[in-house]
């Protein structure tokens, strides 16, 4: 049976490290923490888990921390986590099993990290990670931030997911590190302007968004899920300026990478329903609720848009060119994913209403 060590870098976590650690703690056989700086009780929590707690001083760079932690590794294989990471029952089982099984040929496991939730707990993105890795092959991260590892060798997909379980946000920590690295002369990769431009587009400065995400899709380097997830964005920033014909193109140029995604349609259909052109509006949500959902590609995936979205928008449609029967029909399959969300409870009103009426 393989051993474990798990690697974590951390600042100001006492609300959530022993959560972590309590989800994986009787699997693991080596708890490795690096603390870049807490004030808070962050080291006293990790002390009653393990001895190898070490202080790094913090340099703008996750990167450089995380081959730190790795650097302290002594087990056979590498797992890592955030604080505010947990294995839900299931999933430890599932890990448990796997340490047994796992053939030692084996260089890199890939697990599903379910990232974003509503306020009902139903996941809205996820996509998968290197999780597990083989400590011999000398994996490193890169990047100062939305760090990555090149990692290659026999790789093992799994159904093991890791929950994201965030507390508290950031929300320009990310934006400022990429802005530091254009302050100092860095030559942004493809990659590094594919996260500036969403980090640009989260806080809503928009056109910053628009010219580095075009930057990205023009350098012609981009992975084929990243290029797609940039036309995504970059279609909701055009939509945001109003810019309807650049919006248009954008979905279009998607195509150019993989087949439609259901993301794609969806904003397609918001393209066509912003012009009140609903019956183009209604092909390309009901074209959505038609694809198959790809949960074994690494790329993000936002689960809205493969149910709930198209469903509730098709009633939206539907009503809008007076067909009641068909409203009614495509707002009881958004209840079907979302059945307490006030819009397809008010809609459910107004469209018995018309019906009743008619």
Known sequence: MITISLCMIVKNEEDTLARCLISVRDIIDEIIIIDTGSTDKTKEIAGLFTTHIYDFEWVNDFSVARNFSFSKATKDYILWLDADDILMDADRMKLKKLKETLDPSVDVVMMNYNYAFDDKGNVLLSHYRERLLKRSKNFRWNDPIHEFISFGGKILNTDITITHKKTHANNRRNLVILE???AQGKEFSPRNMFYYAR???????????????????DSEKGLPEDNITSCIYLAKAYRAKKDRKNMLKTLLRSFEYDIPKAEVCCLLGYYYKDGEDYTRAIFWFDLATKLEKT????????????????CFELGVCYIKLGNIDEAIKYNNKAAEYKPDHPSVLQNKQLFESARLKK
Request: hydrophobic share 35%; proline share 5%; no cysteine.
């Open 180 to 182: 530091n690295m254009l």
């Open 295 to 310: 949960e074994n590609k690494w790329g993000p995936l936002l689960h809205e848009y493969w149910g709930f979205v198209p």
């Open 199 to 217: 980090e640009k587009f989260n806080v809503g400065e928009y056109e910053d968004a628009i010219e580095y995400f075009n930057k990205h899709l």
